[in-house]
């Protein structure tokens, strides 16, 4: 009788054993906003439902060979002319610090973080309208930690991360829209509708689905349809990954630190866009990247050739990195798409035009397919027209400007266009 009742505990274990096997995980996204409202998204999602985003061969990738001894273009020969627009000062847009500028139909979206705002002026600088309040209260946010531009609607999305809530506006300020955060992210790149979410390092752990994976794709109501980048615990705790999206003809770029390599996402593939060397070489070797930490890389770029930053339009790519042995804190190195040639700027360059001193430092954003963006504290104009030679090639309008600027005013956009090479 013992063996029977044996044999059938057995059996019994045996068949709740494959059951729970056969079971798909499936979880809730519960959603992680404090703000009270009537959300009827019943967010469920599983393996199944959640496609991983596969590597796809380039059919056209470009290879940017960044040299360790530059040879400095001049200005002259790189830059055809500079645009400068203050932006307007009032109490009602007093900015600190611009964090990120987004060209939009007819007007600048600019996020500053510092002040936790996200503000939309003209495209001749006066002020148009501030996105939202701050406050705890429906239609406010608690800070501005990103935003992101829908052209297909023409709207802006701020991100405030410390609300844990995502909320949409026109460009003219007005309310469209709040949804509760499901994921933690901390940027965000529209694909037409659909958007893309940078989720990083950030601890998704009450969704194991989503967790180390470095972003995740989303529909428009926030419910997630695909994952890429899988990253590791270790790397997670260790390593901080830049994690920026960046947009050129309606297609999201995307880059980590750990990568020679800008890839280009949507909700199926990523594809390699643009790979950079040095010197004919990759930035970091398997080893380093295999082993890398924050302390590692600041180590590691503290004495070599890095990329800080980038931006890519229809016909130029711009690298700005930081060359230790070259003994310039920073370059620029513009990149033709079409004629494959390059020019770089350096600080070895004697200025003559106002437009000149202040574009040695690199770019701040696109305006358009050969002109780039510049963000210039009041304060380094003024500093620039000490000089004699700048103060006597002043354009007319560069020298009103000057007499209207006050070093407590807001930041002037400055657009550089570029000569076709």
Request: proline fraction near 3%; charge should be neutral.
């Amino acid at each position: 009788m013992k063996n029977f009742f044996r044999t059938i505990g057995f059996c019994v274990t045996i068949i709740l054993l494959c059951s729970c096997t056969n079971e798909k995980r499936i979880n809730r996204l519960e959603p992680l906003s404090s703000s009270k409202g009537n959300y009827n998204l019943d967010l469920l999602v599983s393996e199944d439902s959640i496609n991983d985003i596969k590597f796809n061969e380039a059919k056209d990738l470009y290879v940017i060979n960044i040299p360790l001894k530059p040879n400095y273009s001049k200005l002259d020969t790189i830059f055809s002319s500079y645009k400068f627009i203050p932006l307007e000062t009032s109490k009602e847009c007093i900015i600190g610090n611009v964090t990120k500028i987004i060209s939009c139909d007819n007007c600048f979206c600019i996020l500053d973080r510092d002040n936790k705002n996200a503000f939309i002026f003209e495209k001749d600088g006066r002020f148009r309208c501030k996105l939202g309040d701050k406050g705890h209260g429906p239609k406010e946010h608690i800070d501005a930690w990103n935003i992101a531009y829908n052209k297909e609607k023409g709207s802006i999305a701020l991100l405030d991360l410390s609300g844990r809530k995502l909320q949409h506006f026109d460009l003219y300020g007005n309310f469209l829209l709040e949804q509760p955060l499901y994921l933690l992210f901390t940027d965000l790149a529209y694909i037409d509708e659909e958007l893309v979410l940078y989720t990083g390092t950030s601890y998704n752990t009450f969704s194991d689905i989503f967790d180390l994976y470095q972003f995740v794709v989303v529909n428009e109501n926030l419910k997630p349809i695909s994952r890429g980048c899988k990253t590791t615990n270790r790397l997670r705790q260790e390593f901080s990954y830049s994690g920026v999206f960046k947009k050129c003809d309606n297609k999201v770029l995307y880059d980590d630190l750990l990568s020679d390599t800008i890839w280009i996402l949507n909700r199926t593939h990523k594809t390699p866009f643009v790979v950079m060397e040095i010197e004919g070489k990759h930035v970091l070797n398997q080893y380093e990247k295999a082993h890398m930490t924050d302390y590692l890389y600041q180590n590691r770029v503290n004495k070599e050739t890095n990329v800080i930053n980038w931006y890519i339009t229809s016909k130029y790519i711009s690298m700005i990195y930081h060359s230790p042995k070259s003994g310039g804190p920073v370059q620029n190195l513009i990149y033709s798409r079409e004629s494959k040639l390059s020019r770089i700027i350096g600080f070895n360059n004697n200025p003559k035009r106002l437009g000149d001193y202040l574009a040695k430092a690199g770019i701040d954003g696109v305006f358009s397919d050969n002109t780039f963006l510049k963000i210039v504290q009041p304060a380094s104009i003024l500093e620039a027209v000490n000089h004699l030679e700048i103060k006597k090639n002043l354009t007319t309008k560069e020298k009103k400007m000057i007499r209207d600027l006050s070093i407590d005013n807001n930041p002037v956009i400055m657009i550089e266009q570029l000569m076709e090479f």
